[in-house]
């Protein structure tokens, strides 16, 4: 490549044309013509009419060399009637006549060259022959082949233009890990250090999870991550050595890790010098980590996080935070944090840019630091932390610099925008609807006045049509996040519902709408008040018995609930550990009019305990009333409760708890329920687990009546998969206690989509 350095000498000597129009830019080829001239031109900012600049065209040399469509560049300049007319001088890259692959054996070449997404007319770029290369590597890397090197090389073709592309393949030896051991510890078991690592050994599901694979990039991360989960446990002196791999008798590897444990160390002291702003007294009742106590590199880490917020919510933005670790006798150290404080600030100016689609306002409501305040460094995290739950971004990044403002620190929100609109269709099973084909159209970052695009407020719009033998559903809601301006969100719902799978002796259609206010009360709470409006058709079969006539009709529901929901779960995919709970109160009828005249009320919460080897012991619980007021002394069917299934006693099936027609044998439902269960799930590979579960409930039929007489348990085992269409939950559940014979069909099979939410 010369065309930079000479283009860059010329144009020293060309400033004489500094200023002057450009009336031509010519491109003259230097041997084949592989690249036309509009592609060129396209990377050029030179153009007739322009004003001439040196600095142009040292930016458009550097952006042809970069688009890697020329071997050479050179411009030069003509003074001309009128101004300057500019040549561009190049030598454009080869074409690719054709691919070929040497030293491979376990791909075909023809496998090799669909990899590489190469084909035969493209420019040769460097950048694209380096993508190829990386996805061959890929593809050997993914079978176990972890040592493999790509590199490459041109030959000259017969044609002119044009050269062949060669990949060299160095393939090394397969070398899937069966077996992980760590040799040297005792204080620590493999089981606890593997868990520490991303390389996986081989499984069951390995064609699935890729387990068994080695990266070498991602084992020597391992390693650290293994040595650092060493010193968290106190071993500061811990050392992990180069992993050796060792053939097993027939195929695969087993990865032998050496580890020298030392000694345990144990705190001896923790101080402050020199300390500013604050006394050690105030910080030291906040410190994770403290004398006596076994030494720990991630609790010294979280403190050092914890001074750093301390400082920060002063406005001590530049707030250093050193701790010093020094030896002691007796395998005892000493830990002195030293803080240099730095000067305060306040909030200056609040940039925002590459929000493309998403308007200023959703971004900085978000924000809770405004201009003129104290400079919060803990505030950054938050922002950072609440701009990426919005899902709108691919990539946030929140900064302070230096204000123009003495005593101010500006704060720069950089975001890269994403899709944030889907559409998803395809077919789905279960054990209680059958076969149902779906379409869902959603739109988290909506907005419903931004005609055309629809996107940029924040708004959530959905809308799904599911249809199956027993189900037909359609389904239009918006909710709008901040309404007037406040954490309040609003919402609206329109649906239709041909629910044909509740009963074998009626069919269910609802026709309504919604709308609903959700206030957040604290950081994990919020309160939901929803009114509904439907009508409610049911239509009883011919013949059935005289209690599913009498349901027959079509009903006015008029309804208003006020539920209060805590929620501190890790996740709502996954949960580990914490707790829900979801109180509400439901008043149809009365005074807001309607044909149903019945209240409900209902609890249901979840606990969730991480306990050993990543098992997760999951306790459920529910309890529902409805009772009329004002009529007849009967509850229509809809409003009754019913259990059986997949969601809650999953021995028995579908809505088969509950009272019983005497002459159909078909539930009627009752006015109260209770439902409690344990679940145990453990991990099978890294997107199975496994469960064992015990559960049981009651409906009777009478309302605030929770005599467990016609109690049902059932216990069963099950699976949890984490699909790309979703979490998929499986399982199997034999009854063993049932409140009347005509429950009891034995064993049964449940499958379904396991959302938390």
């Not at 075909?108 to 084909?119: M, R």
């Not at 230096?402 to 101010?408: F, I, L």
């Amino acid at each position: 490549m010369v065309g930079t350095a000479q283009a860059q000498n010329f144009l020293l000597e060309a400033g004489q044309f500094d200023g002057k129009k450009v009336t031509a830019v010519e491109i003259r080829y230097r041997g084949a013509k592989t690249v036309n001239e509009a592609r060129l031109r396209s990377h050029m900012a030179v153009a007739p009419g322009k004003a001439f600049s040196q600095t142009v065209l040292d930016g458009d040399i550097k952006t042809l060399n970069a688009s890697g469509l020329v071997n050479d560049v050179q411009i030069f300049a003509e003074d001309v009637s009128g101004g300057v007319k500019v040549i561009v001088d190049v030598a454009t890259r080869p074409l690719i006549s054709g691919l070929g692959f040497d030293g491979n054996s376990t791909f075909s070449d023809g496998k090799l060259a669909k990899e590489t997404k190469l084909g035969v007319g493209q420019v040769l770029s460097d950048a694209q022959i380096i993508k190829a290369r990386r996805n061959i590597e890929k593809l050997y890397e993914g079978y176990g082949y972890p040592d493999v090197s790509v590199t490459h090389r041109l030959q000259a073709s017969s044609r002119a233009g044009y050269a062949d592309l060669v990949f060299l393949v160095g393939e090394g030896e397969k070398s899937e890990v069966y077996k992980i051991r760590f040799e040297g510890n005792s204080a620590l078991k493999d089981t606890d250090l593997r868990k520490e690592m991303n390389t996986k050994e081989k499984g069951w599901f390995s064609w699935f999870t890729k387990s068994g694979r080695i990266n070498t990039v991602a084992l020597d991360e391992d390693i650290e991550k293994v040595e650092d989960f060493y010193r968290s446990k106190g071993f500061w002196r811990a050392k992990v050595g180069i992993p050796k791999r060792v053939p097993r008798k027939g195929e695969g590897v087993d990865l032998v890790i050496p580890v020298n444990e030392g000694p345990r160390y144990v705190v001896n002291s923790v101080g402050f010098p020199s300390i500013k702003v604050f006394t050690r007294e105030e910080l030291m009742p906040a410190l994770s980590l403290v004398g006596n106590m076994p030494f720990s590199s991630k609790k010294v880490r979280d403190d050092v996080r914890m001074i750093r917020s301390y400082y920060g919510s002063r406005g001590y933005a530049d707030v250093a935070v050193k701790p010093d670790i020094r030896e002691a006798a007796d395998s005892r150290v000493n830990i002195f944090y030293r803080i240099t404080p730095g000067s305060r600030k306040k909030v200056g100016r609040v940039n925002i840019q590459g929000n493309t689609k998403s308007m200023d306002k959703v971004i900085r409501r978000e924000i809770p630091m405004r201009p003129g305040e104290n400079f919060n460094s803990v505030d950054i995290d938050t922002t950072k932390r609440r701009l990426s739950n919005l899902n709108y971004f691919d990539d946030v990044q929140v900064t302070g610099s230096n204000s123009s403002q003495a005593g101010y620190r500006d704060v720069n929100i950089m975001v890269n925008e994403k899709k944030t609109g889907s559409v998803n269709f395809g077919a789905g099973f279960s054990s209680v609807d059958n076969i149902v084909g779906f379409i869902n159209l959603e739109q988290t970052n909506f907005d419903i006045t931004n005609w055309g695009r629809f996107t940029g407020a924040g708004q959530r719009f959905s809308m799904s049509l599911r249809a199956g033998a027993e189900r037909k559903d359609f389904r239009l809601s918006l909710v709008e996040p901040w309404f007037l301006g406040k954490k309040l969100s609003l919402g609206t719902e329109l649906y239709y519902r041909d629910l044909l799978f509740l009963s074998d002796e009626y069919d269910q259609t609802n026709i309504g709408g919604s709308v609903f206010l959700r206030k957040p009360v604290g950081r994990k709470a919020y309160v939901k008040g929803e009114y509904r409006l439907e009508s409610i058709e049911i239509d009883a079969e011919n013949g059935t018995s005289q209690a599913f006539l009498d349901e027959d009709g079509k009903y006015l529901r008029s309804a208003l609930s006020l539920n209060y929901v805590y929620d501190s779960r890790d996740s709502n995919k996954l949960p580990r550990r914490g707790h829900k709970v979801d109180l509400g109160v439901t008043v149809a009828g009365g005074f807001l009019g309607g044909d149903v005249d019945a209240y409900t009320v209902s609890g249901n919460g979840t606990k969730h305990w991480n306990l050993a080897w990543d098992t997760i012991l999951t306790a459920r619980g529910s309890f529902t009333v409805v009772d009329e007021f004002g009529g007849d002394g009967s509850v229509p069917i809809f409003e009754r409760q019913f259990l059986g299934g997949s969601r809650d006693l999953r021995g028995f099936e579908y809505r088969d708890i509950g009272p019983r027609d005497q002459v159909t044998e078909e539930v009627l439902g009752g006015g109260s329920s209770f439902f409690a269960s344990l679940e145990l799930t453990f991990p099978i590979t890294e997107r199975v687990r496994g469960a064992v579960f015990y559960d049981m409930g009651f409906v009777n039929e009478d309302s605030w009546d929770f005599s467990a007489s016609n109690l049902a348990t059932d216990a069963g085992i099950g699976l949890r998969l984490d699909l790309p269409i979703g979490p998929l939950a499986v399982d199997y559940a034999i009854p063993i206690q049932s409140p009347d014979d005509e429950a009891d069909k034995g064993g049964q099979f449940n499958f379904y989509l396991n959302y938390q939410f």
